[in-house]
């Protein structure tokens, strides 16, 4: 039985789309059983949707890529006066600067608890530049201040966690694993329409970025396509990150306009998942990839890279392949076996299918939560 649950919860993100698209079913949950349930999230797209589900939206400003210490204070003094105001009992926060600013913030308006989530360290973590080390240690002190804040900090996966308490940002007791964002089953199901069986399509859902391995997903499809021709068929999704400085320019793309479908960013990315017969995500480091929960929801097996997060998401041998960062040349053969296994693929997929309903169904993350959010209060 679920305890009387708190009066308030502040669910803190920097993008509405952060919020709507990936926290929007513990946020409907919490409001369906009673409390009151706030998004302090910038406006955006996504923002009028909240009140669908009786969650409040409050607005604040933040600049994603703003380094100036006067703005980023600003930010600080007004999540504080909205806190000051909501008088949430617990502040959940989600992504780097809303996990500081939050954590600075909810303590100076004396929220009790606050949590912050890792769900991801970002390509700060994988790139070996001078600014990314001093990035990257900026960010880690930044977290070793929010653990003495928070009450817990949440990781989706092992690694990360483990990261985090060996090189003593935070102490044990202070981790929890929520798994991953989830994915609802009933909705991420593979329909039962004819595939063209002399065909197979390789699909890649995703954000145009370097360190999504892109380009290593491109080179070996332009050796798998010179061997198998119009026998493969490489669908690419997503957009471009204009943020992120691992970003890649549209002309980088231009010499594998003939080996790939380039879809662009899509909203409705099931039709794609449907039309597949393998997903492949070569990304050099994650949390938990939503795309992957995603593919294997809908009974695609999945070749991904032994890396933080990736690692986490797929059973290597039994619900895809796990190949080493950066080698197109693995990568190519793990493809390859796929392309011409089809029964291989066909067990893989039923695999990956049930991996998915046994740990990352919506319904068992949500329960992690509650669990989380239900446990004592500072104040019980």
């Known amino acids: ?17 952060n919020l709507y698209l990936f926290r929007l079913p513990i946020m409907r949950r919490l409001a369906q059983i009673g409390w009151r349930v706030i998004a302090l999230v910038p406006s955006g797209e996504y923002s009028a949707k909240f009140a669908d589900d009786n969650i409040e939206h409050i607005d604040y400003k933040i600049a994603r890529s703003s380094l100036n210490p006067f703005a980023e204070a600003a930010v600080v003094f ?25 954590a600075i913030a909810g303590k100076a308006a004396d929220v009790k608890t606050i949590y912050a989530a890792v769900t991801g360290l970002g390509s700060f973590f994988i790139d070996e530049s001078l600014k990314a080390k001093i990035v990257k240690t900026i960010i880690l002190f930044g977290y070793k201040l929010i653990g003495l804040i928070c009450k817990q900090i949440l990781f989706q996966n092992q690694d990360d966690l483990n990261m985090f308490i060996d090189r003593k940002i935070i102490k044990r007791d202070k981790a929890f694993m929520i798994g991953s964002s989830g994915v609802d089953i009933n909705y991420w199901t593979r329909s039962q329409n004819e595939k063209n069986a002399d065909k197979t399509t390789i699909l890649f859902v995703g954000r145009l970025i370097k360190h999504k391995g892109i380009f290593d997903l491109l080179k070996a499809a332009k050796n798998l396509k010179a061997k198998f021709g119009d026998r493969v068929e490489f669908i690419i999704v997503g957009g471009s990150d204009r943020g992120n400085f691992s970003n890649a320019s549209d002309e980088a793309f231009e ?45 695609l097996p999945v070749i991904t890279t032994d890396t933080v997060g990736c690692r986490d ?25 796929l392309i011409v296994d089809r029964s291989l693929r066909k067990k893989m997929g039923e695999a990956a299918r049930e991996r998915a309903k046994k740990l990352f169904d919506i319904n068992v993350v949500i329960e992690r939560y509650l669990t989380l959010y239900n446990s004592p209060l500072p104040s019980d």
């Open 255 to 299: 010499a594998y306009r003939s080996i790939a479908v380039f879809e662009g960013e899509q909203k409705d990315v099931k039709t794609y998942y449907d039309r597949a017969d393998i997903f492949v995500l070569p990304s050099y480091r994650e949390g938990i990839p939503r795309s992957i929960l995603e593919a294997q929801a809908m009974s």
């Open 78 to 102: 007004r999540l504080r006066k909205a806190l000051k105001i909501i008088k949430p009992d617990i502040l959940q926060c989600f992504t780097a600067k809303p996990n500081l600013y939050g």
């Open 1 to 17: 039985m679920e305890q009387k649950p708190p009066k308030t919860i502040v669910f803190l993100s920097h993008f509405d789309g």
């Open 313 to 337: 998401a797929i059973e290597n041998g039994a619900t895809g392949f796990l190949v080493p960062v950066c080698d197109s040349v693995a990568l190519e053969a793990a493809i390859e076996r």
